[in-house]
Protein backbone atom coordinates (compact mmCIF):
# COMPACT_ATOMS: atom_id res chain seq x y z
CA UNK A 1 0.00 0.00 0.00
CA UNK A 2 1.44 3.37 -0.93
CA UNK A 3 0.57 6.24 1.70
CA UNK A 4 1.19 9.77 1.01
CA UNK A 5 1.20 12.01 4.76
CA UNK A 6 1.03 15.60 4.11
CA UNK A 7 2.21 18.37 6.66
CA UNK A 8 -0.22 21.74 5.63
CA UNK A 9 1.58 24.76 5.43
CA UNK A 10 0.85 27.88 3.20
CA UNK A 11 4.72 28.51 3.00
CA UNK A 12 5.99 25.39 3.58
CA UNK A 13 3.54 21.80 3.10
CA UNK A 14 5.52 19.26 3.68
CA UNK A 15 4.75 15.54 2.40
CA UNK A 16 6.23 12.23 2.53
CA UNK A 17 5.41 8.91 0.56
CA UNK A 18 5.97 5.71 2.00
CA UNK A 19 5.44 1.94 0.63
CA UNK A 20 3.98 -0.35 3.29
CA UNK A 21 4.21 -3.98 2.59
CA UNK A 22 4.35 -7.17 5.64
CA UNK A 23 4.58 -4.60 8.11
CA UNK A 24 7.57 -2.86 6.58
CA UNK A 25 7.73 0.95 5.49
CA UNK A 26 10.07 2.23 2.66
CA UNK A 27 10.50 5.84 2.27
CA UNK A 28 9.89 6.54 -1.36
CA UNK A 29 10.03 10.46 -1.26
CA UNK A 30 10.27 13.27 1.02
CA UNK A 31 10.27 16.81 -0.07
CA UNK A 32 8.11 19.90 0.38
CA UNK A 33 5.47 22.22 -1.91
CA UNK A 34 7.12 25.87 -1.20
CA UNK A 35 5.33 29.10 -2.04
CA UNK A 36 6.73 31.98 -1.40
CA UNK A 37 5.72 36.01 0.40
CA UNK A 38 5.84 37.87 -2.92
CA UNK A 39 3.11 35.36 -4.20
CA UNK A 40 -0.65 36.93 -3.65
CA UNK A 41 -2.58 34.26 -1.63
CA UNK A 42 -4.32 32.96 -5.10
CA UNK A 43 -1.28 32.39 -6.22
CA UNK A 44 0.43 30.16 -3.67
CA UNK A 45 -2.67 28.05 -3.69
CA UNK A 46 -2.90 27.32 -7.26
CA UNK A 47 0.91 26.67 -6.89
CA UNK A 48 -0.02 24.09 -3.87
CA UNK A 49 -2.77 22.70 -5.67
CA UNK A 50 -0.15 22.18 -8.61
CA UNK A 51 1.75 20.30 -6.65
CA UNK A 52 -0.52 18.45 -4.56
CA UNK A 53 -1.75 16.80 -7.94
CA UNK A 54 1.32 16.32 -9.21
CA UNK A 55 2.42 14.26 -6.25
CA UNK A 56 -1.24 12.32 -6.75
CA UNK A 57 -0.25 11.47 -10.45
CA UNK A 58 3.35 10.46 -9.30
CA UNK A 59 2.71 8.49 -6.67
CA UNK A 60 -0.52 7.23 -6.95
CA UNK A 61 -1.19 6.57 -3.52
CA UNK A 62 -4.48 4.74 -2.03
CA UNK A 63 -4.50 6.41 1.53
CA UNK A 64 -3.36 10.07 2.06
CA UNK A 65 -3.26 11.35 5.98
CA UNK A 66 -2.96 14.96 7.08
CA UNK A 67 -1.83 16.73 10.03
CA UNK A 68 -4.47 18.32 11.89
CA UNK A 69 -4.29 21.87 12.12
CA UNK A 70 -3.66 23.31 15.98
CA UNK A 71 -3.09 27.69 16.11
CA UNK A 72 -2.82 29.14 19.91
CA UNK A 73 -2.04 32.59 18.83
CA UNK A 74 -1.83 34.16 15.10
CA UNK A 75 -5.19 33.58 13.79
CA UNK A 76 -4.48 35.66 10.68
CA UNK A 77 -1.75 33.08 9.46
CA UNK A 78 -3.97 29.81 10.81
CA UNK A 79 -6.55 31.32 8.39
CA UNK A 80 -3.83 31.53 5.45
CA UNK A 81 -2.62 27.84 6.56
CA UNK A 82 -6.32 26.59 6.75
CA UNK A 83 -6.82 27.99 3.33
CA UNK A 84 -4.07 26.26 2.15
CA UNK A 85 -5.05 23.15 3.98
CA UNK A 86 -8.72 23.08 2.46
CA UNK A 87 -6.68 22.81 -0.98
CA UNK A 88 -4.84 20.38 0.03
CA UNK A 89 -7.83 18.04 0.85
CA UNK A 90 -9.88 19.39 -1.72
CA UNK A 91 -7.38 18.47 -4.18
CA UNK A 92 -7.03 14.69 -2.39
CA UNK A 93 -10.85 14.38 -1.79
CA UNK A 94 -11.25 14.83 -6.14
CA UNK A 95 -8.55 11.89 -6.05
CA UNK A 96 -10.15 9.62 -3.20
CA UNK A 97 -12.15 8.99 -0.25
CA UNK A 98 -9.44 7.41 1.83
CA UNK A 99 -8.09 10.66 3.45
CA UNK A 100 -7.57 10.44 7.26
CA UNK A 101 -6.23 12.80 9.67
CA UNK A 102 -4.15 12.95 12.64
CA UNK A 103 -2.99 15.11 15.81
CA UNK A 104 0.67 15.95 15.79
CA UNK A 105 0.56 13.94 19.01
CA UNK A 106 -0.93 10.85 17.49
CA UNK A 107 1.61 11.21 14.91
CA UNK A 108 4.34 11.33 17.28
CA UNK A 109 3.36 8.71 19.47
CA UNK A 110 3.13 6.26 16.72
CA UNK A 111 6.38 7.07 15.14
CA UNK A 112 8.76 6.98 18.44
CA UNK A 113 6.19 5.94 21.21
CA UNK A 114 5.46 9.14 22.89
CA UNK A 115 3.48 12.23 21.51
CA UNK A 116 6.03 14.86 23.04
CA UNK A 117 8.91 14.03 21.08
CA UNK A 118 11.03 17.07 19.61
CA UNK A 119 11.49 17.38 16.15
CA UNK A 120 15.24 15.12 16.43
CA UNK A 121 13.24 12.30 17.44
CA UNK A 122 10.56 12.57 14.65
CA UNK A 123 13.36 12.74 12.05
Known amino acids: ?10 ATLGYGVIEASGGKFKLLQAGAVITTPDMTTPQ ?3 AIRSGI ?3 LMTYAPEQIAFEELFFAK ?4 GMNVSAARGVTVCTCAEYTDQLFEYTPMQIKQAITGYGKAGKHEMQ
Open 1 to 10: MRILGIDPGL
Open 44 to 46: RLT
Open 53 to 55: HTL
Open 74 to 77: NITT
